[in-house]
């Protein structure tokens, strides 16, 4: 069984600061590792993905890769309220044509003004 | 650019009532589709993909089906709904390694 473990939060943090966001997967066979944001009652939304061992960055965002370790982690620079969401980490496995991701159960975020 | 559809928005339905919830991809040709379910409280679990027209595979044995009678069109069914089925349905489409890109959702409410 595959399997993506989130740390469980909630976690809080105040405008401006770092939140680190972090996961583990169980499959070494896994190869691509994505992030998403999903506000409250709407459909997760992709910010990040990774596909090698270390750092990746877009703006605010960078998702970090340890595949020896089996570890994804996500940084926020500079928090935001409009960050406040739940963060999902998901991992990618291929069989044949078909491309399918396993998720964790989600970290929710919360950034104070 | 590729966009993906979902309808209804939200659904409230009495148990033992069917169920359709329809899923379309404008945009792109031949896409992976997906039908994720998500409860409350719960992860996302994956009860059905599609690699192709009338290529169904099964996650999670349960009281629901899936359809695929067009190359972008995917649709979920239930014939008798029951309680445990309310949810946040989702469908997502993707290309190779890409990751996915979900519609906006159908919450249903099984009363």
């Known amino acids: 069984q595959k399997e993506v473990e989130q740390n469980s939060g909630p976690l809080s943090v105040p405008e401006g600061a770092i939140a680190s966001l972090n996961c583990t997967y169980s499959?070494?066979?896994?190869?691509?590792f994505f992030w998403y944001r999903q506000y409250s009652g709407k459909s997760p939304e992709l910010i990040m993905s990774?596909?090698?061992?270390g750092d990746k960055e877009d703006g605010r965002f960078t998702a970090q890769l340890n595949k020896a370790s089996q570890y994804v982690s996500l940084l926020i620079r500079d928090s935001q309220p409009s960050d406040s969401a739940t963060y999902l980490c998901a991992a990618l496995n291929s069989g044949g044509s078909n491309y399918k991701l396993t998720f964790g159960k989600g970290t929710l975020l919360t950034v104070n003004p | 650019s590729q966009t993906i559809h979902q309808w209804p928005a939200t659904l409230v339905q009495p148990v033992g009532s069917p169920l359709s919830l329809e899923c379309t991809v404008e945009?792109?040709?031949?896409?992976?589709l997906y039908w994720y379910r998500q409860a409350a409280g719960r992860g996302l679990q994956l009860l059905f993909y599609s690699v192709g027209i009338g290529q169904i595979s099964s996650e999670v044995p349960q009281n629901l089906s899936a359809s695929r009678p067009q190359d972008r069109q995917f649709i979920l069914s239930s014939k008798k709904l029951l309680l445990s089925d309310s949810g946040f349905y989702l469908c997502?489409?993707?290309?190779?390694?890409?990751?996915?890109?979900f519609g906006s959702g159908t919450r249903l409410t099984v009363v």
């Open positions: 997502a489409w993707n290309h190779g390694a890409s990751g996915y890109t």
């Open positions: 499959d070494r066979g896994s190869q691509s």
């Open positions: 990774i596909y090698s061992n």
């Open positions: 945009g792109t040709s031949n896409p992976n």
